[in-house]
């Protein structure tokens, strides 16, 4: 406990979190976020079956049929970015409503779409909207108690895992008796149901709390202690920054770079600065190489995901007619392979820590894709790509974990979101660069681009100066 100088008791909001713990409050945002990363999963993998079908009803080339992945993949871009600023500024609530609706309203209607131009336009809006999705699982860490937050967010991640199945199975059951239209329709649901219940999901204490307003961040944490049927430290809950310890290196590290401008001020005094204060903790001394390191890693594990999609993709078309099933199969198998990668990532991450597990995985995943560079049976394949996509996803879900633990609450989705337009920039190369290789017949170039990113992530990981396992965030 800290004193505020006036004689009451303060404590901050992870000391508020763990004496809560994690309950039902944390069970029920757990599955109302974890339906974003459902419904940004579903529209991010349905452009790999709708693709083909596009082209062949409106008989456009092979180009534009990529170009179609990509305007999505440019729009997350700008989402990324925008989705960040305007969640840092406006609050989590502001940022979850403008990837909800900026994604589902258009997703829906790229169902009508007359033409080829206007389903591009509209994939672009709807990666917009898919591009600020980041601020689900940084949301939903912002409840969650220190001592096991890696595990639980591991666990969130598991909702992507569950989107893509949901969407290889709804494909499978959709594309062979309605179409591709049919597809983008049912696609958008996930985000109207989480617009429905928007309403009963509180802002983040943490945010609050780093904009001065702690009456309302006791308000939210009293309706926590309520549902979980526990009880509050005694006193208020401060937003005071502390300096810990770091027993790694025998520093001290400041996790906490909140500037007192952001308290203390106005609703439209702090509006109009904090963009200025959101830049100046995001770009300053203490946080550059982490984030230059930050965005090597997203650019590589983006860059890889993807590439291994396309590469599932052109190796399962190569070998079946297109109204085979194996493509559907092919993604299902390599989907279920993300969740031993999470269960990993989520029983290693709270015990040897954020940085060790992320490199162990990246480097793992260089290991199994290298193997591909020549040709092999395609059971030996398909094993390979499985423990790849094993790997490659539980690295996902430490960045998921370790991003938003570097960055304060008042530049934390900026940062996160500047990562993710980098991780974004890696989704558009890959299947540019991956497919071009492979449509020349040049399997072995494809794989060894990505073995070099994911080598480069891998050494990027052992730089990272600082292991927050375990550590209060702010």
């Not at 008791?9 to 004496?19: C, G, H, K, N, V």
């Not at 007359?114 to 940084?138: C, D, E, K, Q, W």
């Not at 790849?388 to 940062?415: D, K, Q, W």
Request: net charge negative; proline share 4%; hydrophobic share 45%.
């Amino acid at each position: 406990m800290a004193g505020d100088g006036s004689g009451a008791e303060a404590y901050t909001t992870d000391e508020a979190l763990s004496r809560l713990g994690f309950g039902r409050f944390q069970a029920l945002l757990l599955g109302f976020l974890g339906t974003g990363w459902v419904a940004e999963a579903m529209e991010v993998v349905l452009l790999s079956f709708v693709g083909p079908s596009v082209k062949e009803e409106w008989g456009v080339s092979g180009g534009a049929e990529g170009l179609i992945t990509s305007v999505a993949f440019a729009g997350m871009l700008l989402g990324a970015c925008v989705g960040g600023l305007v969640s840092d500024t406006y609050g989590r609530r502001a940022g979850f409503l403008f990837t909800a609706i900026v994604s589902g309203v258009p997703g829906f209607l790229c169902a009508f779409s007359p033409n080829y131009a206007t389903l591009l336009a509209l994939r672009f809006i709807v990666g917009l909207g898919l591009g600020g999705s980041h601020v689900l699982p940084t949301w939903f860490l912002e409840f969650v108690p220190a001592e096991n937050r890696g595990s639980w967010i591991a666990a969130f991640t598991c909702f992507w895992t569950l989107g893509t199945i949901l969407e290889a199975l709804l494909a499978w059951a959709i594309m062979p008796i309605l179409g591709w239209r049919w597809l983008l329709a049912f696609s958008s649901t996930p985000c109207f149901i989480l617009l429905f219940f928007s309403s009963v999901i509180p802002e983040s204490p943490r945010y609050l709390c780093s904009r001065g307003k702690i009456s309302e961040a006791m308000l939210v944490l009293e309706r926590m202690a309520r549902m979980n049927n526990s009880d509050l430290p005694p006193g208020t809950v401060t937003s005071e920054p502390k300096r810990i310890e770091d027993n790694h290196d025998s520093s001290v590290t400041t996790l906490l770079l909140m500037t007192e401008d952001n308290l203390g001020h106005d609703e439209d005094t702090s509006t109009k600065s904090s963009y200025k204060n959101t830049f100046r903790a995001f770009l300053s001394h203490d946080l550059i190489g982490s984030t230059l390191l930050l965005w090597l890693v997203h650019f590589a594990s983006y860059f890889a995901y993807y590439g291994l999609v396309y590469l599932i993709s052109e190796l399962s078309s190569g070998r079946s007619q297109p109204k085979d099933s194996t493509v559907y199969i092919n993604v299902l198998v390599t989907s279920f392979a993300e969740f031993p990668g999470l269960l990993l990532a989520a029983l290693l991450i709270d015990r040897i820590g954020r940085r060790v597990t992320l490199g162990g995985m990246i480097l793992l995943c260089c290991a199994f894709i290298a193997p591909l560079s020549i040709q092999l049976r395609e059971g030996l394949s398909i094993i390979l790509l499985f423990c790849a996509r094993t790997c490659v996803m539980g690295g996902f879900a430490v960045l998921h974990v370790y991003s938003p633990e570097i960055y304060p609450t008042s530049c934390r989705n900026t940062g996160v979101g500047f990562a993710n337009f980098i991780g974004r920039v890696g989704s558009i190369v890959a299947p540019l660069t991956i497919t071009a290789f492979l449509e020349n017949h040049h399997q072995k170039e494809a794989v060894l681009v990505m073995d070099l990113a994911l080598f480069l992530a891998g050494v990027a990981c052992t730089l990272f100066p600082l292991e927050t396992k375990g550590r209060e965030i702010h």
